[in-house]
């Protein structure tokens, strides 16, 4: 009598949303705070794809509508990882929390000024024409203290405009901004991806500049952050966390369909999946991590003189990027 024995190896790959997954042992429960931008992507692919079980991680993903409250909930364990603008990580150090800087979130030029397009308006150079020209003053939805804030004063100071020229609206929200923008009560936005895109796309907005243009490609939009204990005492779910994101940027280099796919799955930024693939595409350069770190302490500078930041922390007392630039080059 013939027998069939079926053996199945504890060891054996797993299907899972198309990557492989070790099924040896559990996997390791880890909490993510994030807000919603393009360059949080590879989180979002990485964890629908499965690019973070393939490295032993159960990510769950906690949004944030606020970049201070994603900062305490960090600060207070609630997170294991924060994704938040580079500027909240030298708010949390100079107020005497422990952070470290790992990486950037993953993509560039997500920082965009846009224009109503019946103003005309095609470069940030076009607006000290208009302003000489007597025209009425210009409102600009932004965020207080922000680099968004600052990418306008940067571009004004080169300009020689002065704040008097403009009219600058400050938002604590940022999909009321997005709204401003869209019914008309505001005539530029100082924002990110994907919602530029989709006002570019839908409502005949034009891009006046980027934060490619105005600071350099790698200056980073967020950045990933966690605790020195973390980094300390957990260094290898530090490092399974970063080839995780690593995996999911490589979906999203190689097959943005598919990654737009996958984002699809989670309804994580709530625009249609054309301005997903459209901000994708239009990025000055593929998904990777390691910052500009020289670009990131000129913005903080510049946000200490204006009052914005009060304390001395620079990028080399919090950064450490030694992990991430070890694997971008494996």
């Known amino acids: 009598m013939n027998r069939i024995v079926l053996v199945v190896a504890s060891a054996a790959a797993l299907a899972f949303g198309g990557v492989a997954v070790a099924a040896d042992k559990p996997l390791t429960k880890v909490k993510a705070g994030h807000l919603v931008a393009i360059d949080m992507a590879p989180l979002f692919v990485a964890k629908e794809s499965g ?39 030298f708010f949390a150090a100079n107020s005497g929390v422990p952070i470290r800087v790992i990486a ?11 224009s109503q397009g019946k103003l005309g308006l095609k470069s940030m150079d076009d607006i000290k024409g208009y302003v000489k020209a007597g025209k009425p003053k210009l409102k ?9 804030e600052l990418i306008l004063k940067r571009e004004f100071t080169r300009l020689g405009i002065a704040d008097k020229d403009v009219e600058l609206v400050y938002f604590n929200d940022l999909l009321a901004m997005v709204e401003s923008f869209r019914s008309g009560q505001v005539d530029l936005l100082s924002h990110i991806k994907p919602y530029t895109t989709d006002m570019v796309l839908n409502k005949g907005a034009t891009v006046l500049t980027t934060s490619a243009k105005t600071y350099s490609t790698t200056t980073p939009n967020t950045v ?22 690593m995996c999911g940027a490589a979906i ?4 943005p369909e598919k990654a737009v796919d996958y984002l699809a799955k989670g309804n994580y930024f709530r625009v249609a999946p054309k301005v997903l693939l459209a901000s994708m595409k239009a990025a000055p350069a593929p998904v990777s991590f390691t910052p500009d770190v020289n670009a990131i302490q000129s913005v903080v500078d510049e946000l200490t003189k204006l009052g914005y930041v009060k304390g001395s922390t620079g990028t080399k007392d919090i950064f450490r990027l030694d992990t991430i630039k070890a694997l971008e080059k494996q």
């Open 51 to 89: 690019c973070f079980a393939q490295q032993g991680l159960d990510v769950e993903t906690v949004f944030f509508a606020n970049p201070g409250d994603n900062n305490a909930a960090l600060a207070g364990g609630a997170i294991d990882f924060s994704t938040n603008p580079f500027t909240l990580p």
């Open 104 to 114: 950037a979130a993953g993509g560039w030029g997500v920082m965009e000024v846009i």
């Open 140 to 148: 600009i939805a932004t965020l207080q203290g922000d680099t968004l």
């Open 224 to 245: 990933v952050s966690v605790l020195d204990k973390t980094l300390k005492e957990r260094p290898q779910i530090v490092t399974a966390y970063l080839k995780g994101l």
């Open 252 to 255: 999203i280099n190689k097959q």
